[in-house]
């Protein structure tokens, strides 16, 4: 029988869902990237929930050993559709979690985020994403969605260092 290490995955919540996996201990980077829930042409706006499933059962495959799903926590949003998105994107996190026996998921507030990674509660997305090239190496995060990654990146650090 062998013995997991723990991972954490990080989730920045949204149309561009940022995900990132970490080593619990060492905080190494093991995998990141941007998923687009967008739905497509002839979809219901349900389809955006569905495939974020698909996505973290690809995850959850690939690192059985996630113990903790840290998402950022956002208070405001700049509109109604973003909020019922984000609402809705969390909510099937959480349901998803839950089928997947992790109890333990846990909100990061974005300002804490944004203060572990750059020493500034209201860094910009380009701060988000240079913080994250210093922390994990010049190839994370790239392309398109680099700030979502980077975000989700940090969410998975903050609560990391949360627990030193």
Known sequence: MSVLTPVILGIDPGTY???AVLHAKTGARL???TWDLSPRRYE?????????????NG?????????VVAYEEVRRHAGTDAAHIYGGIVAALQSWCERQLLPNYVGMPVGTVKKVATGKGNASK????????A??????PRGLGEDDEADALWVAETW???QL
Request: hydrophobic share 40%; proline share 2%; net charge positive.
């Open 160 to 162: 990391r260092r949360s």
């Open 126 to 133: 380009d701060m988000m994403v240079l913080a994250s090239r």
């Open 59 to 67: 995850v959850r495959q690939a690192f059985p050993e996630i113990t």
């Open 31 to 33: 995998a990141s990237g």
């Open 17 to 19: 869902c940022g995900w």
């Open 44 to 56: 219901g706006s349900g389809m955006r929930f569905l495939r974020l499933e698909g996505y973290l």
């Open 135 to 140: 922390q994990w190496g010049d190839d994370a």
